[in-house]
C-alpha cells in the first residue's frame, strides 16, 4: 500500500516522499523531482531511541511522563524553560508550546540558523519572501552566493542546467567546480564584495535607473557608500580581482538573474549587513519584482501562516541561554551541548539544572547529560504538516505506520494540558487550521494561499515601499595570520543528526599529514580533531563541519548585532600540533 508524506528534516527541500511497503521513496512529481537525498535514503538505518530512561534506568511511558509531571509540579512555573530546535520542521512541533507558554513556563527567542541574513532582508525589503522555484527555473544566470547546493539543497540543481553559473564561496565546492565562474573569496569578504559590484555597475551605467527611481531612490545616496570602500587594498585583502567583478558584471548584464544565497555569508556579527548589501545589489540590477529574477535566501516558513497555539511567555535568548537559573530545562527537537555556541559554557550551565529533560529521536550529548529521557516518535508514526524556507508547497506528514515506541508531540502535550488543566483542541483540528492556510493547486498539491507569485511586484513591504539601503557600513577585515574557522553543512549528517563528522579539514600546504592529530584553539576553547586534507580549501581557512563533536568549543554566545542571530564563524582560529 502507497501512502504520502514529507521529509521532516530542516532543509531547504522539504521532498514529498511516498511510503511504499515499508520503503521511503521519492515522489516524481513537483519539486522532489524523483529523488531524495543520503538521509532520507538510509533514515531507517539510524537507531532511534525507544525507551525512556530516569537517571540511566529503563522505565516505562507512562512513569516517564508521571515523572516530568511532577518536575513541573514541582518548579515555579517561570523556572521551567522549554527550548525547541528544528529536529523535525512539522508545524505541530509547536504544540508543546502552547502547553508550557499556558502553563507559565520560559521560551525561546534568537535563532541559530538565519536569523542575521533574515534581519538584514527585513531591514532592506521589510519582509523576507521565498523566491519560488519556479522563478529561479525561469533564470539565464545564477548566483550562488554562500549556499552549498549538492549538499544541502541538491534539489536546485536540475534548476540550474543549461544557465550561467556563478559561485563567490572561500571552498571550491562541487558547483564552483562546474561554474563559469568562481569567486573563491577571503571568508567574511562578501559585504565588501557586494560594495564593490553595486559601485562598478553603477559606473558602467549598468543599473535599472527607471526601477530605482520608482523603487529604490536613494540609490545615489547608497553609490556614495559603495565609495567609501577602497578598490585596490580591498580587492587585495578580500581575495578577488577587478576582472572577476568585470566578468561578473559582463555576465548579469540584461539577463535573468537569480542570486541564491545561503547562511555562509552571514555567520558573523554584521551577517545582516552582509545580506542587505547583497540584496542592495539585486536592487541596483532591478532583480526584484520581475519574471525569473529575485535573492532567494531561507525565506519565512511560516509567511501567511498564523498559529493556532498560545505563545506569549518571557523568553531568553537561544544563543546564549543560562540553563542554570532554571530548576526544570525541556529540550525537544534540539542538541544544544553540539549544536549552540560555546559547548563549554553551555555544559557548565546545564550542569547546574536539576531536571534536564530530553524530548527527542536520537542518543547525543545532550541524551547523554539528561535526567530523564523521553523518545518522540519519527515522522512516520504521527500527523503533521509542513512548508519550507525555500518554496511555496504545503505538504501533509501523514502518519504512515505505527510504532509501539515514544509519545508523539501532541499526544505528550494533550497529556500535560490535561495534567494541569489547560485547554487543548484536537489534534485534527490543529491539523484542519494548518490544512485550510493552503490552496490545492491543478495538480493535487498544496500551496500556502496569498503567496506572491513574483515576490515585491506589488513594491517593497517596508513603510513607503521602498528598498532601504544600508547607510553605513564598518570594516571587517584584520589581518592576524590566524585562520577563518568555516562550519558548514556535511553531506552525511543533518547538523548532529546521522551519520556525524569527526575530522579537521585543512590545505596540504599546512604541512600537517593526514592522519595525524591537532589541536585547534580560539579565544573560547578548544578541541583536538584528526587532520584531512582539502585542496579545495583556501589556505587561510579550516573547515570543522556543522554536527562536529566538539566543534562548538571553539565558537561565541554573543550574538550577532542585528537578529539575535549566533555567529558561528566571527572566531578565528590556531591550529598547534
Ligand atoms: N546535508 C545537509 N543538508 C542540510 C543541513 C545539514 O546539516 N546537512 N543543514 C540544514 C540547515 S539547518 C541549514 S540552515 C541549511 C544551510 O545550508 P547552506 O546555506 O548551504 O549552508 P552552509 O553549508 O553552512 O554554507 C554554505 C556555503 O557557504 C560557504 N561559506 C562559508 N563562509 C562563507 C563566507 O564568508 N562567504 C561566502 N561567500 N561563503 C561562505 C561555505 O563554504 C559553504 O559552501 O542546510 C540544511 N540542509
Ligand atoms: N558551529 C556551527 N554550529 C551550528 C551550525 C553551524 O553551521 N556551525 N548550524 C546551526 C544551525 S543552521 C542549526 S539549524 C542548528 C541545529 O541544531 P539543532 O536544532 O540542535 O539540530 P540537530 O543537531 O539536527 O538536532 C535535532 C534533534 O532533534 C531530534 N528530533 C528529530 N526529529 C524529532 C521529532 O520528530 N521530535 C522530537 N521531539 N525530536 C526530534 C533529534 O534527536 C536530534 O537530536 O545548529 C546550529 N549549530
Ligand atoms: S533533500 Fe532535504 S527534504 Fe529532501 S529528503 Fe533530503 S533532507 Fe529531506
Ligand atoms: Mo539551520
Redesign the pocket.
Known amino acids: 500500500m502507497k501512502a504520502f508524506t514529507a521529509c521532516?528534516l530542516?532543509c531547504y527541500d522539504a521532498c514529498s516522499i511516498v511510503y511504499n511497503e515499508g520503503a521511503l521513496q521519492a515522489s516524481k512529481d513537483g519539486h522532489t523531482q524523483g529523488f531524495l537525498c543520503p538521509h532520507m535514503n538510509h533514515f531507517e538505518k539510524f537507531e532511534t531511541?525507544q525507551k525512556p530512561r530516569y537517571k540511566g534506568e529503563e522505565i516505562s511511558l507512562e512513569k516517564a511522563l508521571d515523572l516530568l509531571k511532577g518536575m513541573l509540579r514541582a518548579s515555579e512555573p517561570s523556572s521551567v524553560l522549554h527550548y525547541r530546535?528544528?529536529?523535525?520542521f512539522?508545524l505541530m512541533?509547536a504544540v508543546s508550546d502552547h502547553f508550557f507558554a499556558s502553563f507559565g513556563a520560559t521560551l525561546t527567542d534568537g535563532n541559530?540558523?538565519?536569523g542575521a541574513g533574515e534581519a538584514g532582508i527585513i531591514q532592506g525589503r521589510g519582509s523576507n519572501k521565498n523566491m519560488p522555484l519556479f522563478e529561479i527555473a525561469k533564470s539565464e544566470v545564477v548566483i550562488i552566493w554562500g549556499r552549498n547546493p549538492h549538499t544541502t539543497s541538491s534539489h536546485l540543481l536540475p534548476l540550474f542546467k543549461d544557465k550561467k553559473i556563478i559561485v563567490i564561496d572561500p571552498l571550491k565546492t562541487k558547483i564552483a567546480k562546474i561554474a563559469d565562474l568562481h569567486i573563491q573569496i577571503k571568508p567574511h569578504g562578501d559585504l565588501e564584495l557586494a560594495m564593490l559590484m553595486s559601485r562598478f555597475l553603477h559606473i558602467e551605467n549598468g543599473t535599472d535607473e527607471a526601477y530605482l527611481k520608482e523603487c529604490a531612490s536613494e540609490y545615489e545616496e547608497f553609490y556614495e557608500l559603495t565609495q567609501s570602500v577602497r578598490i585596490k587594498a580591498t580587492l587585495d585583502d578580500i581575495g578577488v580581482t577587478l576582472g572577476q567583478i568585470g566578468k561578473l558584471l559582463e555576465f548579469v548584464r540584461e539577463k535573468k538573474v537569480a542570486i541564491v544565497c545561503g547562511?555562509g555569508i552571514q555567520?558573523y556579527a554584521d551577517g545582516a549587513d552582509v545580506m542587505r548589501a547583497i540584496d542592495a545589489f539585486a536592487v541596483y540590477l532591478g532583480l526584484f519584482g520581475k519574471e525569473g529574477c529575485g535573492v532567494a535566501y531561507l525565506g519565512n516558513s511560516k509567511e501567511n501562516i498564523s498559529s493556532p497555539f498560545f505563545t506569549k511567555a518571557a523568553r531568553v535568548s537561544k544563543v546564549n541561554t543560562d540553563f542554570s537559573k532554571f530548576a526544570t530545562v525541556f529540550i525537544?527537537?534540539?542538541?544544544?551541548l553540539?549544536?549552540?555556541?560555546d559547548t563549554l559554557r553551555v555544559q557548565e550551565s546545564l550542569n547546574a539544572v536539576k531536571n534536564v529533560v530530553y524530548?527527542?529521536?536520537?542518543e547525543?550529548e545532550?541524551?547523554e547529560r539528561a535526567d530523564l529521557i523521553i523518545p518522540?516518535?519519527?515522522?512516520l508514526h504521527?500527523e503533521d504538516i509542513r512548508t519550507s524556507y525555500s518554496h511555496n508547497a504545503m505538504l501533509p506528514m501523514r502518519k504512515v505506520a505505527a510504532s509501539v515506541h515514544g509519545i508523539s508531540?501532541y499526544d505528550l502535550s494533550a497529556y500535560l494540558c490535561a495534567a494541569f488543566d489547560i485547554a487543548l483542541k484536537s489534534e485534527e483540528e490543529y491539523l484542519n487550521h494548518f490544512k485550510a492556510y493552503g490552496i490545492e493547486k491543478m495538480d493535487g498539491s498544496l500551496y500556502v494561499e496569498g503567496r506572491e507569485e513574483i515576490p515585491y511586484a506589488e513594491g517593497f513591504d517596508t513603510d513607503d515601499g521602498e528598498f532601504c539601503f544600508l547607510d553605513a557600513i564598518e570594516s571587517n577585515q584584520e589581518n592576524d595570520g590566524k585562520l577563518f574557522l568555516l562550519?558548514?553543512?556535511s553531506p552525511r549528517s543533518?547538523?548532529?543528526?546521522f551519520k556525524r563528522e569527526k575530522y579537521v579539514y585543512l590545505h596540504s600546504s599546512h604541512g600537517v599529514a593526514e592522519d595525524e592529530s591537532v589541536c585547534i584553539s580560539s579565544v573560547n576553547g578548544e578541541l583536538r580533531l584528526q587532520v584531512r586534507h582539502n585542496d579545495d580549501l583556501r589556505e587561510d581557512c579550516v573547515l570543522?563541519y556543522?554536527?562536529t563533536s566538539g566543534?562548538?568549543n571553539?565558537?561565541s554566545s554573543k550574538h550577532s548585532l542585528e537578529g539575535k542571530n549566533?555567529i558561528?564563524?566571527e572566531n578565528k582560529v590556531e591550529i598547534k600540533k
Not at 518522540?376 to 515522522?379: D, G, L, N, P, Q
Open positions: 521532516p530542516d531511541i530546535g528544528h529536529g523535525n512539522g512541533q541559530l540558523c538565519d547562511v555567520k525537544q527537537g534540539a542538541n544544544p553540539s549544536q549552540m555556541p524530548f527527542g529521536l536520537y547525543n545532550t541524551s518522540a516518535k519519527s515522522f504521527k508531540e562550519t558548514s553543512k543533518l547538523n548532529s543528526q570543522i556543522s554536527g566543534l562548538n571553539l565558537t549566533a558561528y564563524q
